[in-house]
């Protein structure tokens, strides 16, 4: 069994051997929720990445933030002062 720590440009990311993820399923969620993301892997192969929860509503409100930055407002109701010509 192996257990180990590597950085990468996202964080630290842990590897743990399916068996040690298994009988300590819980304490792995909890470090996920908390940020941290986790390789699972059995006989040397990667099986799955555990990573955190995405706040879908926090990035939501990031995403339109950064719309709203680069947006202008302005009258989309009244008509337009020029004629439009069909082509």
């Not at 068996?19 to 390789?39: C, M, P, V, W």
């Not at 926090?58 to 439009?84: C, F, H, M, R, Y």
Request: glycine share 6%; net charge neutral; hydrophobic share 40%.
């Amino acid at each position: 069994m192996y257990n180990t720590l590597v950085q990468n440009k996202g964080g630290i990311m842990q590897t743990v051997n399916i068996s040690d993820f298994r009988s300590n399923l819980l304490k792995y969620l909890n470090k996920a929720k908390a940020g941290e993301q986790i390789s699972i892997k059995s006989n040397g192969k990667l099986l799955a990445t555990i990573s955190p929860p995405i706040q879908i509503k926090e990035q939501a409100k990031d995403e339109l933030a950064l719309l709203a930055s680069t947006s202008t407002i302005g009258d989309v109701v009244s008509p337009l002062e020029n004629e439009w010509e069909l082509s």
